[in-house]
């Protein structure tokens, strides 16, 4: 940090600082290893980390925000530092869309598929090892949903925002319940 008595505003400074063009290519460099490794790396944690949000809209708000908050706090960080990180960022983030879009096998790498959880009132627990999901974590999801009964749920589907889409049966039979209260006796009629 700059102390006070050694501060002199200069303009070509601020944005261009004492750096040679070699900066830009190290950034340029930093910038794709973290940004791919941050996406593997977050496709790996799951779909619960990200939420609503897509992998790599989260690594963009995370990613931006630290290049705009250096830009802003310290002032020997010359602004074309963060200006061609957030630059590479976005072009990086619209680079990702556009080959995800494109090409089907990198969509499938880069983005979790929909699974199915329930089916006519039935657990699908094979479906679980594929996303880490326990059968309390879908029971509690159904009830995320207003679902008392497994019986009511025609289909579910665990969605790449990591939230369950639910469809339920018109009229359904109402049998094992799903509070938390119920669990037990569920889970022991599920193993027979």
Not at 5 to 16: G, I, Q, R, V
Not at 20 to 46: A, C, K, S
Request: net charge negative; with cysteine.
């Amino acid at each position: 940090m700059v102390e006070a008595s050694e501060y002199t505003f200069d303009l070509a400074k601020m944005f261009f600082g004492d750096f040679t063009v070699m900066i830009y290519l190290e950034i340029i460099l930093r910038v794709v290893i973290i940004m791919v490794y941050t996406i593997i790396m977050i496709r790996w944690i799951g779909k619960r980390v990200v939420g609503g949000l897509g992998s790599a809209d989260v690594l963009l708000i995370v990613a931006m925000g630290s290049a705009v908050g250096d830009a802003m706090f310290y002032p020997d960080i010359p602004l074309s530092i963060p200006i061609t990180v957030i630059t590479l960022i976005a072009a990086f983030q619209k680079l990702y869309v556009y080959v995800g879009i494109k090409y089907e096998a990198v969509r499938k790498v880069t983005d979790p598929k929909v699974m199915k959880l329930v089916e006519n009132g039935r657990l699908l627990k094979e479906n679980f090892k594929e996303d880490d999901i326990d059968e309390n974590e879908v029971y509690m999801l159904l009830r995320q949903e207003g679902i008392q009964f497994l019986s009511e749920v025609k289909g579910a589907y665990y969605e790449q925002s990591g939230a369950l889409s639910v469809y339920k049966f018109e009229d359904p039979v109402l049998e094992n319940s799903i509070l938390p209260e119920h669990i037990e006796a569920l889970q022991c009629n599920n193993e027979k």
